[in-house]
Nanobody
Framework: VQLQASGGGLVQAGGSLRLSCTGS????????IVWFRQAPGKEREGVSC????????YYRDFVKGRFVISRDNAKNTVYLQMNNLKPEDTAVYYC???????????????????WGQGTLVTVSS
């Protein structure tokens, strides 16, 4: 069972990136997927969560209106479209899976079962 995050890179402030999270060895259909990030010297923080069906999406205030989470279960992949990026968005981004729905406390990984490796996003000013 593995989650593979990809799509990170270097972008200028105001630019966009799309991250992908693909399941390997299991179907992401049954899982809510959460994107987390961790900046150097800071605590990990939840960014966004999407339920297994894609019906429900949740965003932290600091990305609302700029980031969009989506999923394509046929491709076993969840995406995080990041627009209007800011230098403070610089971090390693991780995807994680929890059962079915975004739990109360998804942003604190209270129900996380699987973690993917990270992908680095660097936003230059």
């Amino acid at each position: 069972v593995q989650l593979q995050a990809s799509g990170g890179g270097l972008v200028q402030a105001g630019g966009s990136l799309r991250l992908s999270c693909t399941g390997s060895g299991f179907s992401v259909d049954y899982y809510a997927i959460v994107w987390f990030r961790q900046a150097p010297g800071k605590e990990r923080e939840g960014v966004s969560c999407i339920s297994s069906s894609g019906t429900y999406e949740y965003y932290r205030d600091f990305v609302k209106g700029r980031f969009v989470i989506s999923r394509d279960n046929a491709k076993n992949t969840v995406y995080l479209q990041m627009n209007n990026l800011k230098p403070e968005d610089t971090a390693v981004y991780y995807c994680a899976a929890e059962p079915r729905v975004c739990s109360t406390g998804w942003e604190r990984a209270v129900a996380t079962e699987y973690w993917g490796q990270g992908t680095l996003v660097t936003v230059s000013s």
